[in-house]
């Protein structure tokens, strides 16, 4: 059980490392070398994890996925509005989701397709707007998959804007303001004023 803590340790400890060299230098000029010098770890161990750079960045690619788990809430739509604003506040301290999107977003020699992160961005979003929709929270006639399209691609250009101008700290707050724009073209008027468009708690703080 010693032997697998520290095995899970070393994984977990390179992870760490390859995501924030991922997401200050990008896959192309991130290396094996600089990734060892911050764990501290020999190549050996590094290799019996991971067996490229590659494979890594797979791993943390995984990340993405992760961070979609819908939260609960009976109001689908309030659900929906959470999951991004709790991934907003995810990018601000997690450096493994945010090597994640850099690597989803970021066009390079990495063999992982970037749609494939889009395509679970997608099925996140759309299944919480058929959700709502059956529970009557949309305005009639709502181009469900047009929606579905305007979230994801907003919220993927919020992310760039924010790191762009912030460094991600106010990216909660750009993801606020676009809710407040879009929910009267999206949803029945007596369920606006229910809406909660911030963060009760962000990640990292105190309940």
Same mark, same amino acid.
């Given at each position: 059980m010693a032997q697998q803590e520290r095995g899970r340790r070393s994984r977990q400890s390179i992870l760490e490392a390859a995501a924030r060299v991922f997401?200050?230098? !990008?896959?192309?000029?991130?290396?094996?070398?600089?990734?060892?010098?911050?764990? !501290?770890?020999? %190549?050996?161990?590094?290799?019996?994890?991971?067996p490229s750079k590659e494979a890594i960045a797979l791993a943390l690619v995984d990340a993405h996925a992760e961070a979609l788990a819908p939260p609960e809430h009976p109001?689908?739509?309030?659900?929906?509005?959470?999951?991004?604003? %709790?991934?907003? +506040?995810?990018? %601000?301290? +997690? #450096?493994?989701?945010?090597?994640?999107?850099?690597?989803?977003?970021?066009?390079?020699?990495?063999?992982? #397709? #970037?749609?494939?992160?889009?395509e679970q961005s997608v099925a996140t979003i759309l299944g919480l707007l058929k959700e709502a929709?059956?529970?009557n929270e949309l305005l009639p006639g709502t181009d469900i998959h047009a929606a579905t399209a305007t979230i994801v691609g907003s919220f993927t250009g919020l992310q760039i804007m924010?790191?762009?101008?912030?460094? %991600?700290? +106010?990216?909660p707050e750009r993801v606020g303001a676009f809710w407040d724009l879009i929910l009267p073209g999206l949803v029945i008027p007596g369920l606006i004023g229910r809406l909660r468009t911030s963060s009760p708690v962000p990640v990292g703080a105190s309940s």
């Open positions: 997401d200050e230098r !990008g896959y192309e000029a991130a290396s094996t070398n600089e990734i060892l010098a911050h764990t !501290g770890l020999t %190549r050996g161990s590094l290799y019996h994890h991971f109001v689908r739509i309030q659900a929906m509005i959470d999951l991004t604003l %709790r991934f907003a +506040d995810r990018l %601000r301290i +997690d #450096p493994v989701l945010r090597a994640s999107v850099r690597l989803t977003i970021e066009q390079t020699s990495f063999g992982y #397709p #970037p749609l494939t992160a889009y929709e059956a529970q924010s790191r762009a101008y912030s460094d %991600r700290q +106010d990216l």
